[in-house]
């Protein structure tokens, strides 16, 4: 098992900066993908970034230039560094990650908890 545990997220006036941390734990051989979704009131889950172990990045539309996702593979760990904050971006960010399991070699998908990221106007 694996667990994925969040911080960072808050309350932040538009113009503003957070930064999301995500670290994984538990049964884990390898992650092949680290990233973030996000789910804003009313709307579908959406990607807003992901990062390989190699460094390959994918952002969504909204999220160039402004966000930043970066890895410490020695730490299991991703981070989310957002700029420009705009109240659109309002929205409960879930980290993501593709673990190899430790024991028996399958690739299963986790999710974390979630964390909340308000931005007022």
């Known amino acids: 098992q694996v667990q994925l545990v969040e911080s960072g997220g808050g309350l932040v006036q538009a113009g503003g900066s957070l930064r999301l941390s995500c670290a994984a734990s538990?049964?884990?051989?390898?992650?092949?993908?680290m990233g973030w979704y996000r789910q804003g009131p009313g709307k579908e889950r959406e990607l807003a970034a992901d990062i390989t172990s190699g460094g390959s990045t994918n952002y969504a539309d909204s999220a160039k230039g402004r966000f930043t996702i970066s890895r410490d593979n020695a730490k299991n760990t991703v981070y989310l560094q957002m700029n420009s904050l705009k109240p659109e971006d309002t929205a409960v960010y879930y980290c993501n990650a593709v673990v190899r399991d430790f024991i028996s070699g399958i690739f299963r998908n986790y999710w974390g908890q979630g964390t909340q990221v308000t931005v007022s106007s």
């Open positions: 538990g049964s884990i051989f390898s992650i092949r993908t």
